[in-house]
C-alpha cells in the first residue's frame, strides 16, 4: 500500500479493504502512556481508515474526532462501528483542507497511525498538529521502521533520521516498540528555533548564486531538507555568462522537477555576506508561477522537498543561511535574529503572487463580520476591503487565527530593545471605524503616517480603483517590509516612503490642493502642521490623539487652519518615532515605589512631596459611584485637560505595601501642589454574588499642607463630571467640543475654553458645563483657561 493519489485510497476502502490491524501491545501502550485526564479528554485521529483506533480511543473514554481524507473510509467507518459513542466523524484531508471542523479548544491526544510517511509536508503537519494539543496533550505517531521493512515497502515507513528529525523540538519524547511498529509519544511545545548555518568551507575565492522562492497556492514557501541536517532554498551556482533568474529557473527544475518560466523569475534582492570569510552574492529570485508535480530528483543531495506555513519558519531548526536571508528579503521579520548581510532591494516589475488557504478566507470573512456586527464598519466600501483584502499576507509571522482575531488584538511586528512594541497591524475593528471616519470618497487621495501595508491597502480597496495612496514612515526595516508586502499582496495603488511622517508626504507626492483625507496610526503627542497644511480644505484628518496620557482617535475637519474635532474613539497605538517623540518628564518618589508622570511636558516642582507622602493622608469622599463595566476614560480625559496641574501617579508596589492604597503598576489623575498632592482613586462599597450587584465610589486621596484644598479639586472635577459629561450608556459620554489652532495663535483669537499648548499647536476644549467656575487653582498653573461671560 505505497498509494499516493487519493481515488487510490478511495478504491482501497471501497473495494472492502483495510488496513493493518489495532494490536495489543497498542493498546497497552495508549492505555499506559496517554490514559484519559480526569473528567475526560478529547482525541484526534488523524488518517483513522475504517476507524478501529477511533472506536478504541472512545471505549477507553475520550471524545474523538476522527479524520480521512477518503471518503469511502469515511462511510466504512460509520458501518462498522454503527453503535460507538462520542466519535465524530470527518471526512479531512489534513493536508490541504481548511481545519474548521477540528475542535477549536483543542486534543488531549492526537494519533496519526500508519499515516505519517504519507505526507508530503510532514514538518508542517506536526508543526500545525502541536499547536492543537492542549497543556499536558501527547503527539502519538505509530509507523513501520524502514529496517524492518522489504525495500518495496520502505517508502510507507522511516528511517532512524526520519525518526530523529520527527522529534526534534519536542520537549520529551519517548521511543517504544509495539510489534516492531516505532511508538513515539511527543510532548511539550513543537518548537525549535530557526538558526542560520553554514555548509562546509568552500575553495573558491568568492561565490555567487541564485535561490529560487516558490510558494504554492496556500502562500506557503518551499523548502527542501537537505541531507546536511539543514533546510535549503532550491538554487544554486551560476553558470558561465547564465543571469540570476536563469539560474533560479534551471536550479528549480533539478533540484524539485518543477518548471518556471523566466519570464516568471524575478530578482528583488541581491544579498551580500561571506562564507567561512569568502565572499558571497546571492540573488533572490522570486518565482510568481510554476508548472508540474513536485518530486526528489536528486536524493543523494536532498530527503524531501515540502511546502511550510510563512509563521512556522521562525521554529524549523537550522536552516542554510543564504536561504533564511533569502526568506527574511521576500517576507521581513519571519526569522528573527539572523546574522547580518548587506541586502540591495531590487525595484523589480514583479507582479503579486496569488495564493492563500481557504482557512484564510473562512477567517478573514469571520473578523470582518465580528467588526461590522461590533458596529464598527458600516459602509458598504470598509466593509467590503474587510472582506478581500488578505491581513495575514501583511503579517506572516502571525498564525492565521491571530492575524485575523476580530477582536483588540494587534499583530505587534517590530519591538525596540527594550521590548516595547513600535510597529504593529492594529486591531481590525480600530482600523474600520477610522477609515469609516474619513469619509472617503471614490478616487480618493490618502496620506497615511506609519506604515504596514494592511491598513494602506484596506483604504486604497476603499478609495477605488482611482485613488492612491502615501503612506510614510521614519524606520527603514518597516518600509522595506511595506513594500515586499505590497509587491507580493497589494493592489498596485500604495507608495511607501522612508520619511518622517511629522514632516508630511514629499511634496512631488501630494496633490494639488492637498490629499482628500489623512491617517495617523501611532500615538501622537503634536500634531504636526504638515498634516494640516497638505490636507485640503474640508479633508478629515483621523490621529491618535495624546492628551495628558490618554489617547483617543480623533477625527479632525479642516476649516482654514483650524481642525475641528467630529468624533472621538477610544483607542491606543504604539509610539511615535519622528521628530513629535515628547520626553514626558518623570518624577521618582519614595524609592522607586511611586512616579510622577507630567503628560503635558512641563514637570511642576515637586520639592517636599516625599515628606508629605510619609505623613497624614487626607481622605474625601465625592459621593459619586460606580457599576461594574461602567466606562469612565472620558472622566480620565475630562481631568486631563480641564485641571491645572494636572499629573499621572502610578505605583510600583502592592497596595498593602505601599502609602497610596492604588493597585500595582496601575495609575491615578493627580494634581499638584506645593509640596502637597491629591489624586482620585475608588473604593469598593457595596458586594454581591454577581456583577451588577457590586459598587464603587470615587474618592480623593491628599498628602500635604495643601492636600484638603487640591482634594476639593478633584472631588468638585468629579461631580461635575457627573453632572454634564456621564451618561447610563458607556457609549453616549459627551465628548468635548476641540479644536487645533496652529502654535503662536494669540488668546484672543482662540474661542473659549481650557487651553492645551502643545509644541507645534493649541488645543481648545469646551466641555459641557464648563462655563461654571470650579474651584481655582492651587500651586503651579498647568493648561490655561480661556473663557467668556464667566
Not at 533569502?326 to 519571519?334: H, K, Q
Request: aromatic residues 6%; contains cysteine.
Amino acid at each position: 500500500m505505497t498509494y499516493t493519489a487519493r481515488d487510490q485510497w478511495e478504491q482501497h476502502y471501497a473495494a472492502g479493504k483495510g488496513f493493518r490491524q489495532l494490536g495489543e501491545r497498542e493498546r497497552e501502550l495508549l492505555a499506559e502512556h496517554t490514559p484519559v485526564p480526569d473528567g475526560g479528554g478529547r482525541a484526534l485521529d488523524v488518517g483513522c481508515g475504517t476507524g478501529e483506533l477511533a472506536a478504541h480511543l472512545a471505549d477507553l473514554g475520550y471524545t474523538v474526532d476522527a479524520c480521512d481524507f477518503a471518503a469511502s473510509a469515511i462511510a466504512r467507518a460509520g458501518e462498522d462501528h454503527p453503535d460507538v459513542e462520542n466519535v465524530r466523524w470527518l471526512q479531512l484531508d489534513i493536508e490541504r483542507d481548511d481545519p474548521a471542523p477540528l475542535h477549536e479548544e483543542g486534543y488531549d491526544l492526537i494519533v496519526m497511525r500508519l499515516a505519517y510517511p504519507f505526507m508530503s509536508d510532514r514538518g508542517r503537519i506536526v508543526h500545525e498538529l502541536g499547536e492543537r494539543l492542549r497543556d499536558g496533550g501527547a503527539l502519538v505517531v505509530i509507523t513501520p521502521v524502514a529496517d524492518n521493512m522489504p525495500d518495496e515497502q520502505r517508502a510507507i515507513a522511516l528511517d532512524e533520521d526520519e525518526i530523529t528529525l520527527l522529534g526534534a523540538g519536542w520537549a520529551t519524547v519517548e521511543r517504544l516498540d509495539a510489534d516492531g511498529l516505532a511508538f513515539l509519544v511527543l510532548r511539550g511545545p513543537c518548537h525549535t528555533d530557526t538558526r542560520a548555518v553554514e555548509k562546509r568551507p568552500t575553495t573558491g575565492h568568492a561565490l555567487t548564486g541564485a535561490l529560487a522562492v516558490v510558494t504554492d497556492d496556500a502562500g506557503r514557501v518551499l523548502l527542501g531538507r537537505s541531507r546536511r541536517g539543514m533546510l535549503e532554498l532550491p538554487g544554486g551556482k551560476t553558470t558561465g555568462p547564465e543571469d540570476f533568474a536563469a539560474a533560479a529557473v534551471r536550479e528549480l527544475a533539478e533540484d524539485t522537477g518543477l518548471v518556471a518560466d523566466p519570464a516568471n523569475a524575478h530578482v528583488v534582492t541581491m544579498l551580500v555576506d561571506d562564507s567561512h570569510g569568502v565572499p558571497r552574492l546571492t540573488a533572490v529570485v522570486r518565482i510568481t508561477a510554476w508548472t508540474g508535480t513536485l518530486a526528489n530528483p536528486e536524493p543523494k543531495l536532498f530527503d524531501r522537498w515540502e511546502f511550510f506555513e510563512l509563521h512556522a519558519l521562525a521554529c524549523v531548526g537550522d536552516v542554510f543561511a543564504p536561504a533564511a536571508l533569502a526568506l527574511d528579503a521576500v517576507w521581513p521579520g519571519v526569522i528573527p535574529g539572523l546574522p547580518s548581510a548587506v541586502s540591495y532591494p531590487i525595484a523589480a516589475d514583479q507582479p503579486p503572487v496569488p495564493g492563500e488557504p481557504a482557512e484564510a478566507g473562512r477567517l478573514r470573512a469571520a473578523m470582518a463580520q465580528t467588526v461590522i456586527d461590533g458596529g464598527w464598519a458600516s459602509s458598504g466600501p470598509v466593509q467590503a476591503a474587510l472582506r478581500t483584502v488578505p491581513r495575514h499576507r501583511f503579517a506572516p509571522e502571525a498564525n492565521l487565527a491571530a492575524a485575523y482575531d476580530g477582536g483588540d488584538r494587534a499583530v505587534v511586528t517590530r519591538y525596540d530593545e527594550a521590548g516595547a512594541a513600535i510597529s504593529s497591524v492594529s486591531a481590525a475593528w480600530l482600523q474600520a471605524d477610522m477609515i469609516e471616519h474619513l469619509r472617503l470618497k471614490p478616487g480618493a487621495m490618502v496620506f497615511e503616517a506609519g506604515s504596514g501595508g494592511y491598513n494602506a491597502e484596506l483604504i486604497a480597496h476603499v478609495a477605488g480603483p482611482d485613488g492612491r495612496v502615501v503612506t510614510v514612515d521614519i524606520d527603514p526595516w518597516v518600509v522595506r517590509r511595506t513594500r515586499r508586502f505590497l509587491t507580493e499582496a497589494g493592489s498596485g495603488r500604495v507608495t511607501a516612503v522612508e520619511a518622517d511622517a511629522a514632516l508630511g508626504a514629499p511634496v512631488s507626492l501630494v496633490p494639488r490642493g492637498g490629499f482628500d483625507a489623512s491617517m495617523i496610526t501611532y500615538n501622537c503627542w503634536d500634531v504636526a502642521p504638515a498634516w494640516r497644511e497638505q490636507l485640503a480644505e474640508g479633508g478629515r484628518l483621523v490621529l491618535p490623539l495624546e492628551m495628558g496620557g490618554y489617547t483617543r482617535a480623533v477625527t479632525f475637519e479642516r476649516r482654514g487652519q483650524v481642525l475641528h474635532a467630529r468624533h472621538f474613539t477610544y483607542c491606543g497605538f504604539v509610539r511615535d518615532q519622528g521628530q513629535q517623540t515628547p520626553t514626558i518628564p518623570v518624577v521618582s518618589l519614595l524609592d522607586g515605589g511611586l512616579t510622577l508622570r507630567f503628560e503635558h511636558g512641563t514637570a511642576a516642582e515637586t520639592a517636599g512631596l516625599e515628606e508629605a507622602l510619609r505623613g497624614p493622608r487626607h481622605e474625601v469622599a465625592t459621593g459619586i459611584t460606580l457599576g461594574a463595566g461602567a466606562y469612565f476614560g472620558s472622566l480620565q480625559l475630562y481631568a486631563a485637560t480641564t485641571l491645572q496641574g494636572f499629573c499621572r501617579l502610578a505605583a510600583h508596589q502592592d497596595p498593602n505595601e505601599g502609602v497610596t492604597g492604588i493597585v500595582k503598576d496601575w495609575d491615578a489623575p493627580a494634581v499638584v501642589g506645593e509640596a502637597s498632592l491629591a489624586y482620585l482613586t475608588y473604593v469598593q462599597t457595596k458586594d454581591g454574588g454577581c456583577p451588577k450587584d457590586k459598587e464603587w465610589e470615587w474618592v480623593v486621596h491628599a498628602f500635604g499642607e495643601q492636600g484638603p484644598a487640591l482634594a476639593e479639586r478633584l472631588v468638585a472635577t468629579v461631580r461635575a463630571w457627573d453632572r454634564h459629561v456621564r451618561a447610563d450608556d458607556n457609549d453616549k459620554h459627551a465628548d468635548p467640543v476641540l479644536t487645533v489652532h496652529p502654535a503662536g495663535t494669540p488668546d484672543d483669537l482662540l474661542p473659549a475654553g481650557d487651553v492645551l499648548d502643545k509644541e507645534r499647536c493649541r488645543l481648545v476644549f469646551r466641555w459641557p458645563g464648563r462655563d461654571v467656575l470650579l474651584p481655582r487653582p492651587v500651586g503651579h498653573p498647568g493648561a490655561g483657561v480661556v473663557t467668556e461671560g464667566v
